[in-house]
């Protein structure tokens, strides 16, 4: 809806809904459209803010270093911005690893966390399928509109893709409209891979929801195990049949599993008091 200057680049933001704050993070070249089956559902008990990390969508774009940390820190001078002293936070894929980093370094801003199909990353993380790797890598000649299909082939189920061609185009689409130039993929893509905060995990110390799809080959749901032993109290949670885009495919299955989970703080907060 709107733009704001922080952390020296205007950055794209939505707000939906009233109530406590949850924020959206969005992962690898993916913008705030594709959280299209969660807002409506999500803005219905939490006031929902959903933005586009620096390289995507209507943020800006500029072509320097990018870090994990500074795209946490970019997090933290919107919620500043939003005048949102706690949230809780919700990162999928790379937009995880945003939220623990942002866990990590600015654990006041922090409620609770909902990490999806991410991982911890360093060398004890299970790596992307190489036939992942090729999807995002192997792009030489292609079109823009096929290296987007290409990238959903390793992010989709093929079983869904076959059923629901329809939300695969307008993904497509979607993408096409707001198109992130290879550049700012590619320091995105470098800020993900040097993502490493195994050591730091103790740093957590707030209620989490670790949650993935059974058929992930980009980011395997052997890391959600993982991140889970690794988070004092952590809840695992794993969708059968989804892929890497699970919160998509399995839309409903996510969705549940979220209100439930940030419900259940609610309630035990209410316990706690009483």
Not at 82 to 98: D, T
Not at 110 to 126: D, E, H, N, R, Y
């Amino acid at each position: 809806m709107s733009q704001v200057l922080v952390n020296g680049i205007k950055l794209y933001y939505e707000v939906h809904g009233t109530g406590e704050p949850l924020l959206l993070i969005e992962g690898l070249g993916y913008a705030s459209w594709s959280w299209f089956r969660q807002i409506e559902v999500l803005s219905n008990a939490y006031g929902v803010v959903s933005f586009d990390n620096r390289g995507v969508g209507q943020s800006d774009k500029p072509d320097i270093p990018y870090s994990i940390e500074l795209m946490a820190d970019d997090v933290a001078r919107l919620l500043d911005f939003l005048s949102i002293e706690k949230a809780h936070i919700l990162g999928v894929s790379m937009g995880g690893y945003i939220a623990q980093q942002l866990a990590i370094k600015y654990p006041q801003k922090v409620k609770s966390l909902v990490l999806g199909c991410t991982s911890f990353g360093g060398p004890q993380s299970i790596p992307l399928t190489e036939e992942a790797l090729q999807s995002m890598l192997k792009v030489e000649g292609l079109s823009a509109e096929e290296v987007i299909r290409q990238g959903l082939k390793a992010a989709i189920t093929p079983k869904f893709i076959s059923a629901y061609p329809e939300v695969v185009d307008q993904l497509v689409a979607w993408r096409l409209d707001n198109p992130t130039p290879r550049y700012a993929w590619e320091r995105q893509f470098a800020a993900a891979r040097a993502f490493n905060v195994e050591t730091q995990l103790n740093k957590i110390n707030v209620p989490t929801l670790v949650i993935t799809g059974s058929e992930d080959i980009v980011v395997p749901p052997q890391n959600s195990s993982l991140l889970a032993e690794r988070i004092s109290g952590a809840h695992l949670v794993i969708i059968p049949g989804g892929g890497h885009l699970f919160f998509i495919e399995k839309a409903e299955e996510f969705n549940c599993a979220v209100l439930e989970f940030l419900k259940g703080i609610g309630q035990s907060k209410k316990t706690r008091n009483a």
